[in-house]
């Protein structure tokens, strides 16, 4: 009997595991740090061309938790080198991913 709730417990996801970070400390950090550039909120239109807006990063098929991580943990030639505390990372991704439609 054990053994079976260990097993269920191992199966069960995380509670919370979406609810990683906060969407409004998110949008705060994006208003300050991101929308130089970026449009942060849906129907906002970015204001460098070549800086994709955050809505459709969101609606991408490819976006999950783990690819925006990848993506703000790693250089890239056309956007500052952007270092944030682990907190702020996973407030910003919530705030992405919470401007999905889909």
Do not use: K, W
Not at 48 to 66: E, H, M, N, W, Y
């Amino acid at each position: 009997m054990r053994l079976v709730l260990i097993a269920l417990m191992l199966a069960a996801p995380a509670a919370g595991a979406d609810d990683i970070g906060s969407p409004a400390r998110g949008e705060t950090l994006a208003r300050e740090v991101c929308a130089a550039c970026h449009a942060v909120a849906r129907g906002e239109v970015s204001p460098d061309p070549d800086a994709a807006a955050f809505a459709d990063i969101a609606d991408l098929v490819s976006t999950t938790r783990q690819s925006l991580f990848v993506f703000l943990n790693t250089t890239h030639p056309t956007m500052p080198n952007l270092i944030l505390e682990p907190e702020e990372s996973d407030d910003l991704i919530a705030y992405i991913l919470s401007l999905r439609e889909n």
